[in-house]
């Protein structure tokens, strides 16, 4: 009786297309065809998610604001360095593997080499730079921890490597390993009570697991041996050719999501940036969920496109109206519940993170809606207009913080990032072709 109500529910909720992907009818066939076409790869990282949410709150009740914030910090910085030691070049590595098979040793060697050389030339300057622009030794020591992970993570090709040969349960072991042991490592620093440095050597125990699993895996299943690789100049000079628009957009990207904390920290202080950070480590979950809803709808409106375009639009609207009404309909009660929800979760020490939550939930929804047309400008191979308008945001983005944050303290830093959304999408419909579609697309009755 509850499931038959359940169903007539989401019948009116759900435009028809996305019930009938989803659900289908009420009944156990209907929640394999969900399971089916949702990859169980993806899953586990919606597991992991959960997981590290949870072992979150917990570190930030053991921290508090101030050491988090130096934690937050260190990683946010060296997020955005780590785009020069990876080059960008992941996807183009899949590609390649997947075009010249034979060449497996070359392009597998090349890669890893290359990283290596970079991620260590990457790290010095991480390096000197902390020492240059930090007078709080802690922070230095955690930068550089944080920052060594760059000479750990070349062997993660070989993860790439796996995908190409259609193998992603060998990553997903990865992910369901580090998911499982780290938060152990976690309770046993806070029980051990050993602060804040071992949580940042806890980012040098994940690349060392992944690299163990990742070269067990190589060796044992595919028989082969790392000694067997090989480095060709040719083949890294295609790839920096190839990948460099890559590497700019992850920069722009990462600049974005981590620009925030670091501008936090400098233009006010560690204890700032912990309690943003808590506060935007709730607005993921508002994020998570629906982003699950669109990776596991979009192929079925790459499908449409194929047999109608007009179809294909109303799919891409409809996507569009289901995503940005869930994600409004899940923001709501957290803004009004946000004190009790910061309690719960980070404690009264974080009650001044309210104010920050209420403003950054609603960058959620742009998030959802640039997610949703990046998928867009993919399928149409206008991946340059994306980056175009992922930039623009960028530098809005750090402008406005640089504005908004001595005037509302962490408040500015949420305000800014809603704004340069906002724009980031006001800039994709200044293309012709994208204003075009999305016009027609949300006009169309």
Not at 63 to 74: R, S, T, V, W
Not at 166 to 189: E, G, R
């Amino acid at each position: 009786m509850i499931f038959h109500r359940l169903n007539l529910l989401a019948k009116k909720i759900f435009p028809e297309w996305i019930y009938g992907f989803l659900i289908g009818k009420w009944d156990p066939q209907g929640f394999k065809k969900y399971f089916h076409n949702t990859n169980w790869l993806f899953i586990s990282h919606a597991v992991t998610f959960v997981s590290s949410f949870l072992i979150f709150a917990v570190v930030a009740r053991y921290l508090g604001p101030e050491n988090l914030g130096k934690l937050n910090y260190a990683q946010s910085l060296v997020a955005i360095f780590s785009i020069f030691a990876g080059l960008g070049i992941d996807q183009i590595l899949k590609r390649d593997l997947i075009a010249n098979p034979e060449k497996e040793n070359e392009i597998i060697g090349t890669a890893i080499l290359s990283k290596l050389l970079f991620g260590s030339l990457t790290f010095i300057v991480l390096v000197l730079t902390a020492i240059t622009i930090e007078t709080d030794p802690v922070l230095t020591l955690l930068i550089a921890i944080s920052g060594f992970t760059f000479i750990l993570n070349p062997i993660g090709v070989l993860g790439i490597l796996f995908d190409s040969k259609v193998a992603s349960k060998y990553n997903a072991y990865i992910t369901i390993t580090t998911a499982t042991v780290l938060p152990l490592v976690k309770i046993l620093i806070i029980v051990f009570d050993k602060g804040i440095i071992y949580f940042a050597l806890t980012l040098l125990l994940e690349a060392i697991i992944a690299g163990i699993i990742l070269v067990y895996v190589y060796k044992k299943v595919y028989k082969k041996s790392i000694k067997s690789l090989s480095f060709n100049f040719g083949i890294l000079k295609q790839l920096l050719k190839d990948s460099w628009p890559l590497l700019l957009a992850g920069l722009s990207a990462t600049i974005y999501s981590r620009i925030d904390q670091v501008m936090i920290q400098h233009l006010l202080n560690s204890t700032s940036v912990g309690l943003y950070a808590g506060a935007t480590k709730i607005t993921t979950i508002v994020q998570t969920f629906p982003g699950i809803i669109i990776v596991s709808l979009f192929p079925a409106i790459i499908n449409a496109k194929k047999l109608n375009y007009e179809k294909y639009l109303d799919r891409l609207k409809s996507l569009m109206i289901f995503s940005g009404g869930f994600v409004t309909l899940l923001i709501v009660p957290i803004v009004i519940l946000a004190p009790i929800i910061i309690n719960i979760i980070l404690g009264d020490q974080f009650v001044d993170s309210v104010s920050v939550l209420r403003i950054h939930l609603w960058t959620s929804l742009g998030i959802i809606l640039v997610a949703i047309i990046q998928n867009y400008l993919i399928a149409e191979n206008l991946g340059k207009i994306f980056f175009i308008a992922t930039l623009i945001g960028a530098v809005i983005n750090i402008i406005l913080n640089i504005i908004l944050i001595p005037i509302f303290g962490i408040n500015g830093a949420a305000m800014a990032t809603f704004i340069s959304y906002l724009l980031t999408i006001f800039s994709i419909l200044l293309f012709k072709k994208p204003r075009k579609d999305l016009k027609y697309a949300i006009l169309k009755k």
